[in-house]
Protein backbone atom coordinates (compact mmCIF):
# COMPACT_ATOMS: atom_id res chain seq x y z
CA UNK A 1 0.00 0.00 0.00
CA UNK A 2 2.78 2.71 0.94
CA UNK A 3 4.92 1.59 -2.62
CA UNK A 4 1.30 2.29 -4.13
CA UNK A 5 0.95 5.76 -2.57
CA UNK A 6 4.55 6.98 -3.17
CA UNK A 7 4.07 5.88 -6.92
CA UNK A 8 0.65 7.80 -7.26
CA UNK A 9 2.64 10.74 -4.87
CA UNK A 10 5.78 10.89 -8.28
CA UNK A 11 2.91 10.81 -10.95
CA UNK A 12 1.15 13.49 -8.87
CA UNK A 13 4.72 15.32 -9.07
CA UNK A 14 5.26 14.74 -12.74
CA UNK A 15 1.96 15.91 -13.63
CA UNK A 16 2.26 19.08 -11.95
CA UNK A 17 5.94 19.86 -13.14
CA UNK A 18 4.49 18.99 -16.76
CA UNK A 19 1.08 21.32 -16.19
CA UNK A 20 4.03 24.18 -15.45
CA UNK A 21 5.57 23.31 -18.42
CA UNK A 22 2.44 23.89 -20.60
CA UNK A 23 1.87 27.15 -18.86
CA UNK A 24 5.22 28.22 -21.00
CA UNK A 25 4.26 26.58 -24.56
CA UNK A 26 0.86 27.80 -24.31
CA UNK A 27 0.73 28.62 -28.35
CA UNK A 28 1.25 24.58 -28.19
CA UNK A 29 -1.48 23.88 -26.96
CA UNK A 30 -3.79 25.58 -29.50
CA UNK A 31 -1.77 24.71 -32.94
CA UNK A 32 -2.43 20.73 -30.83
CA UNK A 33 -6.12 21.45 -30.94
CA UNK A 34 -6.46 22.92 -34.13
CA UNK A 35 -4.27 20.15 -35.80
CA UNK A 36 -6.07 17.43 -34.33
CA UNK A 37 -9.29 19.07 -35.79
CA UNK A 38 -8.31 19.79 -38.98
CA UNK A 39 -7.72 16.30 -40.05
CA UNK A 40 -11.85 14.88 -38.78
CA UNK A 41 -13.33 17.99 -40.61
CA UNK A 42 -11.72 16.57 -44.04
CA UNK A 43 -13.42 12.69 -43.42
CA UNK A 44 -16.26 14.62 -42.49
CA UNK A 45 -16.75 16.49 -45.16
CA UNK A 46 -16.23 13.51 -47.43
CA UNK A 47 -18.29 11.45 -46.05
CA UNK A 48 -21.23 14.20 -45.23
CA UNK A 49 -21.30 14.60 -49.08
CA UNK A 50 -21.15 11.14 -49.86
CA UNK A 51 -24.72 10.16 -47.51
CA UNK A 52 -26.23 13.71 -48.71
CA UNK A 53 -25.75 11.42 -51.92
CA UNK A 54 -26.54 7.99 -51.17
CA UNK A 55 -30.06 6.57 -49.96
CA UNK A 56 -28.40 3.49 -48.24
CA UNK A 57 -25.44 4.92 -45.99
CA UNK A 58 -26.37 3.77 -42.54
CA UNK A 59 -25.70 7.02 -41.20
CA UNK A 60 -27.14 10.04 -42.01
CA UNK A 61 -25.05 12.90 -42.28
CA UNK A 62 -26.02 14.92 -38.99
CA UNK A 63 -24.79 11.71 -37.64
CA UNK A 64 -21.24 11.97 -39.16
CA UNK A 65 -20.86 15.17 -38.52
CA UNK A 66 -21.31 14.40 -34.71
CA UNK A 67 -19.42 11.03 -35.06
CA UNK A 68 -16.35 13.14 -36.35
CA UNK A 69 -16.74 16.19 -33.41
CA UNK A 70 -16.56 13.49 -30.90
CA UNK A 71 -13.62 11.42 -32.44
CA UNK A 72 -11.58 14.81 -32.72
CA UNK A 73 -12.30 15.04 -29.04
CA UNK A 74 -11.59 11.79 -28.12
CA UNK A 75 -8.37 11.22 -29.75
CA UNK A 76 -7.17 14.08 -28.12
CA UNK A 77 -8.40 13.17 -24.66
CA UNK A 78 -6.70 9.22 -25.15
CA UNK A 79 -3.60 10.39 -27.15
CA UNK A 80 -0.37 9.81 -25.67
CA UNK A 81 2.95 10.63 -26.62
CA UNK A 82 4.90 8.13 -25.18
CA UNK A 83 5.60 5.87 -28.55
CA UNK A 84 7.16 9.37 -29.84
CA UNK A 85 8.94 10.47 -27.24
CA UNK A 86 10.40 7.41 -26.38
CA UNK A 87 11.59 5.30 -29.20
CA UNK A 88 13.54 8.69 -29.98
CA UNK A 89 15.05 8.81 -26.75
CA UNK A 90 15.88 5.55 -26.66
CA UNK A 91 17.31 5.83 -30.42
CA UNK A 92 19.58 9.17 -28.85
CA UNK A 93 20.79 7.62 -26.21
CA UNK A 94 18.65 9.67 -23.58
CA UNK A 95 16.63 6.54 -21.82
CA UNK A 96 19.68 6.45 -19.08
CA UNK A 97 18.40 8.47 -17.33
CA UNK A 98 15.57 6.42 -16.64
CA UNK A 99 17.68 3.66 -15.68
CA UNK A 100 19.39 5.94 -12.86
CA UNK A 101 16.41 7.99 -11.80
CA UNK A 102 15.18 5.76 -7.97
CA UNK A 103 11.87 5.81 -10.04
CA UNK A 104 10.85 4.55 -13.21
CA UNK A 105 9.62 5.45 -16.13
CA UNK A 106 5.82 3.99 -15.59
CA UNK A 107 4.90 6.41 -13.47
CA UNK A 108 6.79 9.44 -15.44
CA UNK A 109 4.74 8.78 -18.51
CA UNK A 110 1.81 8.40 -16.98
CA UNK A 111 2.15 11.67 -15.50
CA UNK A 112 3.14 13.14 -18.06
CA UNK A 113 0.37 11.99 -20.47
CA UNK A 114 -2.16 13.05 -17.83
CA UNK A 115 -0.60 16.32 -17.59
CA UNK A 116 -1.55 16.74 -21.78
CA UNK A 117 -5.23 14.99 -21.03
CA UNK A 118 -6.01 17.43 -18.19
CA UNK A 119 -5.06 20.65 -20.09
CA UNK A 120 -6.54 19.64 -23.94
CA UNK A 121 -9.89 18.90 -21.56
CA UNK A 122 -10.04 21.95 -20.16
CA UNK A 123 -9.42 23.84 -23.60
CA UNK A 124 -12.08 21.74 -25.24
CA UNK A 125 -14.91 20.97 -22.17
CA UNK A 126 -16.39 24.81 -23.21
CA UNK A 127 -16.48 23.72 -27.10
CA UNK A 128 -17.86 19.86 -26.23
CA UNK A 129 -20.42 20.80 -23.94
CA UNK A 130 -21.49 23.03 -26.53
CA UNK A 131 -21.52 20.51 -29.21
CA UNK A 132 -22.91 18.26 -27.19
CA UNK A 133 -26.03 20.31 -26.68
CA UNK A 134 -26.60 20.71 -29.99
CA UNK A 135 -26.23 16.96 -30.64
CA UNK A 136 -28.67 16.59 -28.53
CA UNK A 137 -31.31 19.07 -29.36
CA UNK A 138 -31.50 17.68 -32.67
CA UNK A 139 -32.09 14.47 -31.09
CA UNK A 140 -29.19 12.56 -32.46
CA UNK A 141 -28.41 10.74 -28.93
CA UNK A 142 -29.77 10.45 -25.85
CA UNK A 143 -26.90 11.07 -23.33
CA UNK A 144 -27.93 9.29 -19.57
CA UNK A 145 -25.84 9.45 -16.32
CA UNK A 146 -25.46 6.10 -16.73
CA UNK A 147 -23.92 6.46 -19.98
CA UNK A 148 -21.22 9.41 -18.95
CA UNK A 149 -20.62 6.92 -15.79
CA UNK A 150 -19.56 4.17 -18.50
CA UNK A 151 -17.72 7.02 -20.58
CA UNK A 152 -15.58 7.51 -18.06
CA UNK A 153 -14.77 3.69 -17.32
CA UNK A 154 -14.21 2.92 -20.64
CA UNK A 155 -12.06 6.38 -21.30
CA UNK A 156 -10.03 5.11 -18.15
CA UNK A 157 -9.83 1.80 -19.82
CA UNK A 158 -8.73 3.48 -23.05
CA UNK A 159 -5.81 5.61 -21.73
CA UNK A 160 -3.95 2.52 -20.43
CA UNK A 161 -4.62 0.53 -23.48
CA UNK A 162 -2.99 3.00 -25.47
CA UNK A 163 0.12 3.70 -22.70
CA UNK A 164 0.78 0.10 -22.80
CA UNK A 165 0.71 -0.76 -26.06
CA UNK A 166 2.77 2.92 -26.84
CA UNK A 167 5.46 1.93 -23.81
CA UNK A 168 5.81 -1.84 -25.77
CA UNK A 169 6.06 -0.14 -29.27
CA UNK A 170 8.36 2.22 -28.23
CA UNK A 171 10.87 -0.15 -26.33
CA UNK A 172 11.35 -2.39 -29.42
CA UNK A 173 13.65 0.96 -30.39
CA UNK A 174 15.85 -1.52 -27.86
CA UNK A 175 16.42 -3.74 -30.08
CA UNK A 176 16.06 -2.21 -34.01
CA UNK A 177 16.99 1.39 -32.81
CA UNK A 178 14.81 3.22 -36.10
CA UNK A 179 10.89 2.70 -35.57
CA UNK A 180 10.05 5.54 -38.06
CA UNK A 181 8.79 2.94 -40.43
CA UNK A 182 6.86 0.79 -37.24
CA UNK A 183 5.84 4.45 -36.67
CA UNK A 184 4.10 4.54 -39.47
CA UNK A 185 2.07 1.35 -39.37
CA UNK A 186 1.24 1.95 -36.72
CA UNK A 187 -0.36 5.51 -36.93
CA UNK A 188 -2.12 3.61 -40.16
CA UNK A 189 -3.88 0.91 -37.88
CA UNK A 190 -4.63 3.10 -35.42
CA UNK A 191 -6.45 5.63 -37.70
CA UNK A 192 -8.15 3.00 -39.81
CA UNK A 193 -9.18 0.72 -37.17
CA UNK A 194 -9.60 2.53 -34.16
CA UNK A 195 -12.76 4.59 -36.24
CA UNK A 196 -10.56 8.00 -36.51
CA UNK A 197 -10.49 8.02 -40.59
CA UNK A 198 -14.05 6.01 -41.03
CA UNK A 199 -16.84 5.47 -38.79
CA UNK A 200 -16.18 1.40 -38.30
CA UNK A 201 -19.94 0.59 -38.71
CA UNK A 202 -19.59 2.04 -42.24
CA UNK A 203 -16.13 -0.39 -42.91
CA UNK A 204 -17.13 -3.69 -44.98
CA UNK A 205 -18.17 -6.48 -41.98
CA UNK A 206 -15.10 -8.76 -42.17
CA UNK A 207 -13.23 -5.81 -41.19
CA UNK A 208 -15.61 -4.29 -38.73
CA UNK A 209 -15.32 -8.12 -37.18
CA UNK A 210 -11.08 -7.80 -37.07
CA UNK A 211 -11.62 -4.38 -35.13
CA UNK A 212 -13.90 -5.67 -32.37
CA UNK A 213 -10.79 -7.80 -31.56
CA UNK A 214 -8.00 -5.22 -31.93
CA UNK A 215 -6.67 -2.72 -29.14
CA UNK A 216 -7.50 0.28 -31.49
CA UNK A 217 -11.47 0.09 -31.42
CA UNK A 218 -11.26 0.41 -28.09
CA UNK A 219 -9.31 3.73 -27.45
CA UNK A 220 -11.19 6.01 -29.69
CA UNK A 221 -14.50 4.20 -31.20
CA UNK A 222 -15.84 2.48 -28.27
CA UNK A 223 -15.63 4.91 -25.45
CA UNK A 224 -17.88 7.54 -28.19
CA UNK A 225 -20.06 4.07 -28.83
CA UNK A 226 -20.75 3.71 -25.09
CA UNK A 227 -21.48 7.79 -24.16
CA UNK A 228 -23.66 7.90 -27.35
CA UNK A 229 -25.69 4.58 -26.27
CA UNK A 230 -25.47 3.05 -29.53
CA UNK A 231 -24.13 -0.51 -27.95
CA UNK A 232 -26.01 -2.86 -25.24
CA UNK A 233 -24.81 -3.41 -21.83
CA UNK A 234 -23.50 -6.87 -22.73
CA UNK A 235 -21.57 -5.58 -25.34
CA UNK A 236 -19.67 -2.64 -23.46
CA UNK A 237 -19.44 -5.66 -20.44
CA UNK A 238 -17.49 -7.47 -23.54
CA UNK A 239 -15.85 -4.13 -24.46
CA UNK A 240 -14.42 -3.84 -21.10
CA UNK A 241 -13.01 -7.39 -20.66
CA UNK A 242 -11.37 -6.86 -24.03
CA UNK A 243 -9.69 -3.58 -22.98
CA UNK A 244 -8.35 -5.44 -19.82
CA UNK A 245 -7.01 -8.20 -21.65
CA UNK A 246 -5.21 -6.12 -23.90
CA UNK A 247 -3.54 -4.08 -20.87
CA UNK A 248 -2.53 -7.52 -19.57
CA UNK A 249 -1.06 -8.65 -22.34
CA UNK A 250 0.71 -5.69 -23.50
CA UNK A 251 1.89 -5.31 -20.16
CA UNK A 252 3.70 -8.30 -20.15
CA UNK A 253 4.76 -8.12 -23.26
CA UNK A 254 6.78 -4.49 -22.30
CA UNK A 255 8.70 -6.66 -19.43
CA UNK A 256 10.15 -9.17 -21.63
CA UNK A 257 10.86 -6.79 -24.67
CA UNK A 258 12.34 -4.11 -21.49
CA UNK A 259 14.44 -7.37 -20.04
CA UNK A 260 15.91 -8.68 -22.91
CA UNK A 261 16.18 -5.47 -24.71
CA UNK A 262 17.81 -3.58 -22.14
CA UNK A 263 20.87 -6.18 -22.84
CA UNK A 264 21.25 -4.79 -26.30
CA UNK A 265 20.71 -1.12 -25.68
CA UNK A 266 24.12 1.00 -26.13
CA UNK A 267 23.24 4.24 -24.41
CA UNK A 268 25.37 6.26 -26.73
CA UNK A 269 23.08 7.62 -29.18
CA UNK A 270 22.45 7.19 -33.08
CA UNK B 1 23.76 23.68 -61.23
CA UNK B 2 25.69 23.81 -58.14
CA UNK B 3 22.76 23.31 -56.02
CA UNK B 4 21.63 19.96 -57.67
CA UNK B 5 25.34 18.52 -56.71
CA UNK B 6 24.91 19.78 -53.32
CA UNK B 7 21.68 17.80 -53.65
CA UNK B 8 22.81 14.52 -54.30
CA UNK B 9 25.60 14.69 -51.31
CA UNK B 10 22.09 14.72 -49.54
CA UNK B 11 20.89 12.01 -51.36
CA UNK B 12 23.96 9.86 -51.01
CA UNK B 13 24.21 10.58 -47.20
CA UNK B 14 20.35 9.60 -46.95
CA UNK B 15 21.18 6.03 -48.74
CA UNK B 16 24.16 5.43 -46.19
CA UNK B 17 22.28 6.12 -42.99
CA UNK B 18 18.80 4.17 -44.81
CA UNK B 19 21.38 1.00 -45.26
CA UNK B 20 22.47 1.13 -41.64
CA UNK B 21 19.08 0.77 -40.09
CA UNK B 22 17.90 -2.01 -41.78
CA UNK B 23 14.78 -3.50 -40.25
CA UNK B 24 13.65 0.07 -40.20
CA UNK B 25 14.32 -0.16 -44.10
CA UNK B 26 12.02 -3.10 -44.18
CA UNK B 27 9.35 -1.98 -42.25
CA UNK B 28 8.92 1.10 -44.45
CA UNK B 29 8.92 -0.76 -47.08
CA UNK B 30 6.13 -2.78 -45.63
CA UNK B 31 4.58 0.29 -44.40
CA UNK B 32 4.33 1.73 -48.10
CA UNK B 33 2.03 -1.33 -49.17
CA UNK B 34 -0.32 -1.23 -46.38
CA UNK B 35 -0.78 2.64 -46.29
CA UNK B 36 -1.40 2.29 -49.93
CA UNK B 37 -3.77 -0.51 -49.50
CA UNK B 38 -5.56 0.93 -46.50
CA UNK B 39 -5.67 4.58 -48.86
CA UNK B 40 -7.18 2.39 -52.09
CA UNK B 41 -9.55 1.01 -49.68
CA UNK B 42 -10.75 4.02 -47.51
CA UNK B 43 -10.98 5.81 -50.88
CA UNK B 44 -13.15 3.69 -52.50
CA UNK B 45 -15.53 3.12 -49.58
CA UNK B 46 -17.80 5.86 -50.51
CA UNK B 47 -18.26 4.70 -53.77
CA UNK B 48 -20.20 1.63 -52.89
CA UNK B 49 -22.93 4.09 -51.59
CA UNK B 50 -22.81 6.51 -54.55
CA UNK B 51 -21.40 6.56 -58.20
CA UNK B 52 -20.35 9.96 -57.60
CA UNK B 53 -18.81 12.31 -55.28
CA UNK B 54 -18.98 15.93 -55.81
CA UNK B 55 -18.66 14.98 -59.49
CA UNK B 56 -16.00 12.83 -59.88
CA UNK B 57 -16.47 9.15 -60.70
CA UNK B 58 -14.30 6.16 -59.15
CA UNK B 59 -11.44 5.96 -61.46
CA UNK B 60 -11.25 9.73 -61.68
CA UNK B 61 -11.07 9.80 -58.01
CA UNK B 62 -8.50 7.02 -57.80
CA UNK B 63 -6.41 8.96 -60.47
CA UNK B 64 -6.28 11.76 -58.35
CA UNK B 65 -5.03 9.28 -55.05
CA UNK B 66 -2.23 8.82 -57.98
CA UNK B 67 -1.31 12.37 -58.10
CA UNK B 68 -1.64 12.68 -54.49
CA UNK B 69 0.87 9.88 -54.03
CA UNK B 70 2.91 11.44 -56.93
CA UNK B 71 3.21 14.89 -55.77
CA UNK B 72 3.26 14.07 -51.53
CA UNK B 73 6.38 11.56 -52.61
CA UNK B 74 8.13 13.79 -54.27
CA UNK B 75 7.77 16.28 -51.47
CA UNK B 76 9.29 13.86 -48.86
CA UNK B 77 12.19 13.01 -51.07
CA UNK B 78 12.87 16.68 -51.33
CA UNK B 79 12.24 18.71 -48.97
CA UNK B 80 9.77 17.39 -46.08
CA UNK B 81 11.64 15.73 -43.67
CA UNK B 82 14.05 18.79 -43.76
CA UNK B 83 11.50 21.49 -42.85
CA UNK B 84 9.88 19.60 -40.25
CA UNK B 85 12.79 18.93 -38.51
CA UNK B 86 13.48 23.64 -38.35
CA UNK B 87 11.77 24.12 -35.32
CA UNK B 88 13.98 21.08 -33.55
CA UNK B 89 17.04 23.16 -35.21
CA UNK B 90 15.63 26.62 -33.92
CA UNK B 91 14.95 25.35 -30.70
CA UNK B 92 18.18 23.81 -29.70
CA UNK B 93 20.54 26.29 -31.19
CA UNK B 94 21.59 24.29 -33.89
CA UNK B 95 20.53 26.83 -37.14
CA UNK B 96 23.88 28.45 -36.47
CA UNK B 97 26.20 25.86 -38.18
CA UNK B 98 23.65 26.39 -41.02
CA UNK B 99 23.72 29.54 -41.99
CA UNK B 100 27.53 29.18 -42.12
CA UNK B 101 27.14 27.15 -44.39
CA UNK B 102 27.86 28.73 -48.10
CA UNK B 103 24.86 27.60 -49.57
CA UNK B 104 21.67 29.43 -48.90
CA UNK B 105 20.04 28.67 -45.52
CA UNK B 106 16.65 28.25 -46.57
CA UNK B 107 17.84 25.74 -49.39
CA UNK B 108 19.95 24.04 -46.82
CA UNK B 109 17.13 23.71 -44.17
CA UNK B 110 14.89 22.44 -46.88
CA UNK B 111 16.77 19.71 -48.65
CA UNK B 112 19.19 18.56 -45.93
CA UNK B 113 17.25 15.88 -45.51
CA UNK B 114 16.35 14.16 -48.75
CA UNK B 115 13.88 11.15 -47.60
CA UNK B 116 14.77 8.78 -50.93
CA UNK B 117 12.55 6.12 -49.54
CA UNK B 118 9.64 7.96 -50.59
CA UNK B 119 10.31 7.66 -54.27
CA UNK B 120 8.43 4.65 -53.59
CA UNK B 121 5.28 6.88 -53.35
CA UNK B 122 6.13 8.51 -56.34
CA UNK B 123 5.68 5.04 -58.26
CA UNK B 124 2.58 3.88 -56.45
CA UNK B 125 1.29 7.11 -57.94
CA UNK B 126 2.51 6.29 -61.12
CA UNK B 127 1.35 2.82 -61.13
CA UNK B 128 -2.00 4.50 -60.02
CA UNK B 129 -2.43 6.78 -63.07
CA UNK B 130 -0.98 4.39 -65.77
CA UNK B 131 -3.30 1.68 -64.66
CA UNK B 132 -6.01 4.29 -64.62
CA UNK B 133 -5.21 6.19 -68.01
CA UNK B 134 -5.33 2.70 -69.37
CA UNK B 135 -8.88 1.75 -67.94
CA UNK B 136 -10.75 4.73 -68.65
CA UNK B 137 -9.07 4.79 -72.18
CA UNK B 138 -8.22 8.41 -71.98
CA UNK B 139 -6.96 9.83 -75.31
CA UNK B 140 -3.43 11.97 -73.30
CA UNK B 141 -1.95 14.31 -75.65
CA UNK B 142 1.35 16.39 -75.56
CA UNK B 143 0.04 19.59 -74.02
CA UNK B 144 -2.13 17.65 -71.37
CA UNK B 145 0.82 15.67 -70.21
CA UNK B 146 2.52 19.13 -70.16
CA UNK B 147 -0.39 20.57 -68.41
CA UNK B 148 0.10 17.64 -65.77
CA UNK B 149 4.02 17.76 -65.25
CA UNK B 150 3.78 21.42 -64.65
CA UNK B 151 0.92 21.36 -62.13
CA UNK B 152 2.59 18.94 -60.11
CA UNK B 153 5.59 21.22 -60.54
CA UNK B 154 3.81 23.91 -59.12
CA UNK B 155 1.73 22.19 -56.78
CA UNK B 156 5.16 20.52 -55.06
CA UNK B 157 6.75 24.13 -55.14
CA UNK B 158 3.57 25.82 -53.27
CA UNK B 159 3.77 23.53 -50.58
CA UNK B 160 7.45 23.57 -50.01
CA UNK B 161 6.75 27.67 -49.23
CA UNK B 162 3.46 26.84 -47.13
CA UNK B 163 5.33 24.46 -44.83
CA UNK B 164 8.52 26.79 -44.60
CA UNK B 165 6.37 29.56 -43.93
CA UNK B 166 4.56 27.83 -41.01
CA UNK B 167 7.64 26.12 -39.62
CA UNK B 168 9.46 28.97 -40.10
CA UNK B 169 6.92 30.39 -36.98
CA UNK B 170 9.33 28.54 -34.79
CA UNK B 171 11.46 31.94 -34.80
CA UNK B 172 8.95 33.30 -32.85
CA UNK B 173 7.61 30.62 -31.14
CA UNK B 174 8.94 27.29 -29.27
CA UNK B 175 7.56 23.74 -29.11
CA UNK B 176 4.76 24.27 -30.93
CA UNK B 177 4.84 21.27 -33.54
CA UNK B 178 4.10 23.72 -36.09
CA UNK B 179 4.46 20.66 -38.98
CA UNK B 180 0.76 19.16 -37.37
CA UNK B 181 -1.07 22.46 -38.30
CA UNK B 182 0.37 22.38 -42.23
CA UNK B 183 0.07 18.28 -42.39
CA UNK B 184 -3.69 18.02 -42.70
CA UNK B 185 -3.65 20.26 -46.02
CA UNK B 186 -1.56 17.91 -47.86
CA UNK B 187 -4.07 15.28 -46.53
CA UNK B 188 -7.05 17.19 -48.16
CA UNK B 189 -5.53 16.72 -51.57
CA UNK B 190 -6.77 12.78 -51.57
CA UNK B 191 -9.68 14.15 -52.43
CA UNK B 192 -11.16 15.81 -54.89
CA UNK B 193 -11.22 19.62 -53.87
CA UNK B 194 -14.94 19.94 -55.25
CA UNK B 195 -15.94 18.52 -52.45
CA UNK B 196 -15.87 21.80 -50.47
CA UNK B 197 -18.57 23.27 -52.53
CA UNK B 198 -18.11 26.63 -53.15
CA UNK B 199 -14.92 27.13 -50.58
CA UNK B 200 -13.11 24.97 -52.83
CA UNK B 201 -11.93 28.32 -54.96
CA UNK B 202 -9.59 29.03 -51.59
CA UNK B 203 -8.17 25.85 -52.32
CA UNK B 204 -7.57 26.61 -56.29
CA UNK B 205 -6.15 29.92 -55.55
CA UNK B 206 -5.76 31.08 -52.17
CA UNK B 207 -3.74 28.39 -50.42
CA UNK B 208 -3.58 26.28 -54.40
CA UNK B 209 -3.16 22.89 -52.85
CA UNK B 210 -5.68 21.77 -55.98
CA UNK B 211 -2.64 21.54 -58.40
CA UNK B 212 -0.78 18.87 -55.91
CA UNK B 213 -3.75 16.58 -57.46
CA UNK B 214 -7.06 17.70 -58.29
CA UNK B 215 -5.76 19.78 -61.13
CA UNK B 216 -3.45 16.98 -62.64
CA UNK B 217 -6.25 15.13 -62.70
CA UNK B 218 -8.82 17.04 -64.11
CA UNK B 219 -6.15 18.32 -66.95
CA UNK B 220 -6.09 14.54 -68.00
CA UNK B 221 -9.69 13.68 -67.56
CA UNK B 222 -10.74 16.65 -69.50
CA UNK B 223 -12.43 18.85 -66.36
CA UNK B 224 -9.49 21.83 -66.55
CA UNK B 225 -7.64 23.10 -69.46
CA UNK B 226 -4.14 22.67 -69.56
CA UNK B 227 -2.94 25.93 -69.11
CA UNK B 228 -3.79 25.84 -65.65
CA UNK B 229 -0.55 24.97 -64.96
CA UNK B 230 1.09 28.16 -66.82
CA UNK B 231 -1.16 29.92 -64.60
CA UNK B 232 -0.19 28.14 -61.44
CA UNK B 233 3.53 28.81 -62.58
CA UNK B 234 2.56 32.40 -61.22
CA UNK B 235 1.29 31.49 -58.28
CA UNK B 236 4.15 29.17 -57.47
CA UNK B 237 6.70 32.28 -58.41
CA UNK B 238 4.17 34.83 -56.02
CA UNK B 239 4.40 31.85 -53.09
CA UNK B 240 8.29 31.45 -53.25
CA UNK B 241 8.88 35.12 -53.07
CA UNK B 242 6.46 35.12 -49.73
CA UNK B 243 8.12 31.79 -48.64
CA UNK B 244 11.76 33.42 -48.95
CA UNK B 245 10.89 37.01 -47.67
CA UNK B 246 9.03 35.32 -44.69
CA UNK B 247 12.29 33.63 -43.88
CA UNK B 248 14.96 36.10 -44.24
CA UNK B 249 12.20 38.28 -41.88
CA UNK B 250 11.93 35.35 -39.65
CA UNK B 251 15.61 34.54 -39.39
CA UNK B 252 16.06 38.51 -37.89
CA UNK B 253 14.10 36.95 -34.63
CA UNK B 254 16.86 33.72 -34.26
CA UNK B 255 18.77 34.67 -31.15
CA UNK B 256 20.99 31.29 -31.70
CA UNK B 257 20.07 30.47 -27.94
CA UNK B 258 18.58 26.88 -27.38
CA UNK B 259 15.27 27.18 -25.32
Redesign the interface.
Given at each position: MGKIVIELKYIWSVFLLKLDMWSVYRLKLIVWIISGILEPIIWSVLWYVTAQESADLVMSGAEILSYYLLTALMNRITRSWTFDTLRKEIREGRYTKYLLWPKGIIGFRIGADWSDRVVTLAALLPFWFIWLFILQSKGLFEVTISNIGLFFVAVILATFVRFYLDMFLAHLALFWVKLDGLSTVYWSAYRLFGGITVPLVLLPAWAFGITKIMPFRYVVSFPIEVFQGLISNEEIIRGFIICMAWIIVEYAALQVVFRVGIKNYESVGA | MRKIKVWIQFVVLYLKQFA??R?????????MI??TG?MY??LT??YE??D???GWKKNEAILILGFYYISNGLAWVLYRTGISNLESKINSGSLDEVLLRPVGSSFYVSYLEADVSRISDVLVGVVFVGINIGGMNLTVGVLEVFGVVLSLVVGVSIVKCIFLMVNSLAFW??????D??A???V??TK?PVD??GKSKEIFYWGIPMAFLSTVPAAILVGKLEWWYGIVGIGLALMWNVFAETFWRFGLRFYSGASR
Open positions: - | VYFDMLFRLFSLMIVVLPHVEIATTETYLHVSPLVLYLW
